[in-house]
Antibody, heavy 121, light 106 residues
Framework: EVQLVESGGGLVQPGGSLRLSCTAS????????MHWVRQPPGKGLEWVSG????????AYADSVKGRVTISRDNAKNSLYLQMNSLGAEDLALYYC??????????????WGQGTLVAVSS | EVVMTQSPATLSVSPGERATLSCRAS??????LAWYQQKPGQAPRLLIY???TRATGIPARFSGSGSGTEFTLTISSLQSEDFAVYYC????????FGGGTKVEIK
């Protein structure tokens, strides 16, 4: 069974940083591109960032570019999102998502349950 | 960036009726279009990929059609468990989502 378990969310002050993690199991992690998708409370889905199987292809949404860094460790079956300069607009549930494709996108066939990032002074 | 626009924002349908949801892309995405269902408190679930292929375990009452810039998700006979929010997503380039359509009980 495919499992994606996020961690690292929490309450942070404006301008602060967080590192989100996602641990994968039940499949060959390095056969898939991986992504982060976020959802503000009561709102829709927003793609945040994606990384190809070998980290050779990475992209970010304009809304987070320059403030976040995605990475992965295939030996540890783990995906990460380093988030800096956090603001109120970053308040959301952050999902770790598996793509069907190894390269960049593909459809999203497995989702974690999400980790909540809250920004408040 | 490819902008995805879904309509309507809310669709009121009686159980047993047909629901038709639309999704439009700002430029052609070929057939690289997926649909997801999300219920309150749950992560999204993949319904359709390749514009028209049902994901594993998805009932036949869900069907997708379209290519290029115009896409449709049809639920042929709404069941109680189908009332949810539906999102389209293009993956022709780095992905983008539509704003969602909430299907509610009429």
């Amino acid at each position: 069974e495919v499992q994606l378990v996020e961690s690292g969310g929490g309450l942070v002050q404006p301008g602060g940083s967080l590192r989100l993690s996602c641990t994968a199991s039940g499949f060959n992690f390095d056969d898939h591109a991986m992504h982060w998708v976020r959802q503000p409370p009561g709102k829709g889905l927003e793609w945040v960032s994606g990384i190809s199987w070998n980290s050779g292809n990475i992209a970010y949404a304009d809304s987070v570019k320059g403030r976040v860094t995605i990475s992965r460790d295939n030996a540890k079956n783990s995906l990460y999102l380093q988030m800096n300069s956090l603001g109120a607009e970053d308040l959301a549930l952050y999902y770790c998502v598996r793509a069907s494709d190894y390269a960049n996108a593909g459809w999203f066939d497995s989702w974690g349950q999400g980790t909540l990032v809250a920004v408040s002074s | 960036e490819v902008v995805m626009t879904q309509s309507p924002a809310t669709l009121s349908v009686s159980p047993g009726e047909r629901a038709t949801l639309s999704c439009r892309a700002s430029q052609s995405v070929s057939s690289n279009l997926a649909w997801y269902q999300q219920k309150p408190g749950q992560a999204p679930r993949l319904l359709i990929y390749g514009a028209s292929t049902r994901a594993t375990g998805i009932p036949a009452r869900f069907s997708g059609s379209g290519s290029g810039t115009e896409f449709t998700l049809t639920i042929s006979s709404l069941q109680s468990e189908d009332f949810a929010v539906y999102y389209c997503q293009q993956y022709n380039n780095w992905p983008t989502f539509g704003g969602g359509t909430k299907v509610e009980i009429k």
